[in-house]
């Protein structure tokens, strides 16, 4: 079982900045891709960025290239997104992910974070 903890969403205006951090545990959270996706209302689950624990090798998604920064602390086994630059339409319920492999689609995530809402006003 792995368990998933998101924090530091909240309000923030166009341009500002948000730091969400995902707190994980579990036996076997080594050997899995951790990752964020998000989703706006009426939308579809969306892939935003991914992070292996041992190499730190990262992947985003074309829209957030330039802006978020996925990272990550072994020792306190917390995921990081730094969103820099935020528009409205980055509104939307963000969360962490526990996937096999370099698949980075809803579909192969094992495990599921609640979710925490990032709304960025105009």
């Known amino acids: 079982q792995v368990q998933l903890v998101e924090s530091g969403g909240g309000l923030v205006q166009a341009g500002g900045s948000l730091r969400l951090s995902c707190a994980a545990s579990?036996?076997?959270?080594?050997?899995?891709?951790m990752g964020w996706f998000r989703q706006a209302p009426g939308k579809e689950r969306e892939f935003v960025a991914a992070?292996?624990?041992?190499?730190?090798?990262?992947y985003a998604t074309d829209s957030v290239k330039g802006r978020f920064t996925i990272s990550r602390d072994n020792a306190k086994d917390t995921v990081y997104l730094q969103m820099n630059s935020l528009k409205p339409e980055d509104t939307a319920v963000y969360y962490c992910?526990?996937?096999?492999?370099?698949?980075?689609?809803?579909?192969?995530?094992?495990?599921w974070g609640q979710g925490t809402q990032v709304t960025v006003s105009s």
């Open positions: 992070i292996t624990w041992s190499g730190g090798s990262t």
């Open positions: 579990g036996r076997t959270l080594s050997t899995y891709v």
């Open positions: 992910a526990a996937m096999r492999f370099w698949v980075v689609v809803a579909a192969n995530v094992d495990y």
